[in-house]
Nanobody, 125 residues
Framework: QVQLVESGGGLVQAGGSLRLSCAAS????????MGWFRQAAGKEREFVAA????????YYADSVKGRFTVSRDNAKNTVALQMSSLKPEDTAVYYC??????????????????WGQGTQVTVSS
């Protein structure tokens, strides 16, 4: 069994920053990509950012491009999402996800095999 655990969520004022981290544990698996998704209250889950593990190429939703950065820490076996210039519309539960197989579209939730439990991010105006 693979477990993904997110941390770093919280309450921040608009314009502030937060850093989310995702740690993987449990059964060893081939990591093809890691992604971040979010789900605001009453809305569908949406893609935020992703990284292909073999070359660290990154992808971002237009709504967060230039404000969010996804990175990896090989020593800690974690992936992080640095969020800056936060807006109230960024308020959501943020989920970490992992894909163990080749996929073309990392923006789709179906591309991922494992999911974390989510961490709440609240941005006040």
């Amino acid at each position: 069994q693979v477990q993904l655990v997110e941390s770093g969520g919280g309450l921040v004022q608009a314009g502030g920053s937060l850093r989310l981290s995702c740690a993987a544990s449990g059964r060893t698996f081939s990591r093809y990509a890691m992604g971040w998704f979010r789900q605001a209250a009453g809305k569908e889950r949406e893609f935020v950012a992703a990284m292909r593990w073999h070359d660290s190429s990154t992808y971002y939703a237009d709504s967060v491009k230039g404000r969010f950065t996804v990175s990896r820490d090989n020593a800690k076996n974690t992936v992080a999402l640095q969020m800056s210039s936060l807006k109230p519309e960024d308020t959501a539960v943020y989920y970490c996800a992992a894909s163990s197989r080749f996929v073309v579209r990392l923006t789709q939730s179906g591309a991922y095999d494992y999911w974390g439990q989510g961490t709440q991010v609240t941005v006040s105006s």
